[in-house]
């Protein structure tokens, strides 16, 4: 009896829709961090390694123990403490092709979405002065009261109705 009851409460929750769109989400984003990934490893970074083909960053290190040693590996194999700042600037150069390719992507996903438009222009709204409510900014009918918006009407109901001196 329980264990219907919590199976109809899960049913309800699934068809609810979130859990499906959390999942389609999760998805898809796996998807997008496959792609990213490749575009920095596959097509960014071979150019980057192309020109410091002579610098190893990744051995770049502090030895916390005050000895030298010849290699990274030789001083993690000794069980030295050391810094790996060479292996953060690594990371860090990755993390910006990474944060780059992002943008490259969904910069040009939003201009297939609404072409001839700058996101910025679609995310900017204003006040409808009839009805209060949030519309785009090149609105120029509020489609929730379906008033009539000029920019003589605006100014209109902005300015004071009271002028005191």
């Known amino acids: 009896m329980v264990y219907i009851r919590f199976l109809k409460e899960f049913r309800r929750f699934v068809i609810k829709g979130n859990a499906a769109d959390m999942g389609v989400g999760i998805v898809l984003g796996a998807a997008f961090s496959g792609l990213i990934d490749s575009l920095v490893k596959d097509i960014l970074l071979p150019p980057v390694g192309l020109i410091l083909a002579k610098v190893n960053l990744s051995e770049l ?31 860090f150069i990755r993390f910006i092709f990474v944060l780059f ?24 709204k204003k006040e409808c002065p009839f009805c209060c409510t949030s519309i785009p900014s090149q609105a120029v009918k509020c489609p929730n009261c379906s008033s009539e918006l000029d920019q003589r009407t605006i100014d209109y109901k902005r300015s004071p109705k009271l002028k005191i001196k």
């Open 61 to 91: 290190y502090i030895s916390l123990s005050g000895r030298h040693y010849t290699s990274l590996a030789e001083a993690q194999e000794a069980g030295a403490a050391t810094v790996n700042y060479g292996v953060f600037i690594t990371n």
């Open 101 to 124: 390719a992002v943008f490259i992507v969904i910069r040009q996903l939003n201009r297939w979405k609404k072409p001839n438009q700058d996101p910025a222009v679609s995310m900017t």
